[in-house]
């Protein structure tokens, strides 16, 4: 029964993630990007006009999304729909798996949290250069016609480190709050839990708690790097759109 104590102990110092072996999250992403095919495959398999619980989860979160984009980005926001729904699924599945025995969330590791910042990153340039064009997305960054033109070229600098920024911050957010979350609960499980059991051989659930405040930031986390997708995507297209939403009326 020492060793077992004992053993419980150095994992509880250690951390969750300080010895977890990169390709462990790899696995565990996969996992979640399969139960999410599933859940997909699932949903819409057998479309029915009285829809059963999947499908109709499946819609409230379309719906949820829907309105979403179109209040953050605007109509042409619908076609992003996708992107922000499957990462913030992804990213709220991540988390909980983390919640759970052996409490390892693939959003705990770098590797997984910077690989979400670049394919959102990347896309957000995609878009940005597909609306404006090559030359219109460089002016957009040095603010052409809207600063004096002896401006521009700080502001350029400045937007293009503002773009490089946004990885880093949206990987380091999630992983931060992530991987601070699972040290928490083993800091309370060393601090508590362990003494308590040694002593009185009786398993209290001393990090409970936390463990409820670990679903709510899986949701908020998830609700942010979705949101923030969004909110990139429109900074990105919102000028080139509206024009052109401007001469389709004046059509």
Same mark, same amino acid.
């Given at each position: ?29 996969? #996992? ?8 997909? #495959?699932?949903?819409?398999?057998? $479309?029915?006009? &009285? ?5 109709? !989860?499946?819609?409230? /979160? ?7 984009? /179109? ?11 996708? @992107?922000? =729904? ?9 988390? !909980? $798996? ?33 609306? &404006? =064009? @090559? ?15 002896? @401006? ?20 380091? &957010? ?27 051989? %009786?398993? %209290? ?22 949101? %923030?997708?969004?909110?990139? @995507?429109? $900074? ?8 052109? =939403? ?6």
């Amino acid at each position: 029964m020492e060793g077992l104590f004992n053993a419980l102990w150095v994992f509880t110092q250690t951390g969750v993630g300080a010895h977890v072996p990169p390709p462990v999250f790899s696995v565990l992403s996969g #996992i979640a990007a399969l139960a999410l095919l599933l859940f997909a #495959i699932s949903a819409t398999r057998n $479309m029915q006009r &009285r829809p059963g619980r999947l499908q109709n !989860l499946a819609e409230i /979160i379309y719906e949820f999304f829907d309105n979403l984009a /179109i209040s953050v980005v605007g109509e042409h926001g619908r076609k992003y729909v996708p @992107l922000a =729904g499957t990462i913030f699924l992804f990213v709220l599945f991540s988390n !909980l $798996m983390g919640l759970i025995p052996p409490g390892i969330a693939p959003t705990a590791s770098l590797n997984t949290t910077i690989a979400l910042a670049l394919i959102v990153i990347l896309y957000v340039q995609y878009e940005g250069i597909r609306a &404006r =064009g @090559l030359l219109g997305y460089l002016k957009h960054f040095a603010r052409v016609g809207e600063v004096p033109l002896w @401006l521009a070229p700080l502001l350029f600098v400045i937007e293009v480190i503002s773009e490089i920024a946004k990885p880093v911050s949206l990987s380091i &957010r999630l992983y931060a709050n992530m991987f601070g979350k699972e040290q928490v609960v083993m800091a309370l499980i060393a601090i508590f839990a362990v003494p308590l059991l040694q002593k009185l051989y %009786l398993p %209290l659930p001393i990090h409970f708690p936390v463990l409820l405040l670990g679903l709510l930031v899986a949701f908020v986390q998830a609700f942010v790097f979705s949101i %923030l997708t969004l909110i990139y @995507l429109a $900074m990105a297209t919102e000028h080139h759109e509206e024009a052109h =939403g401007a001469h389709a009326h004046a059509d």
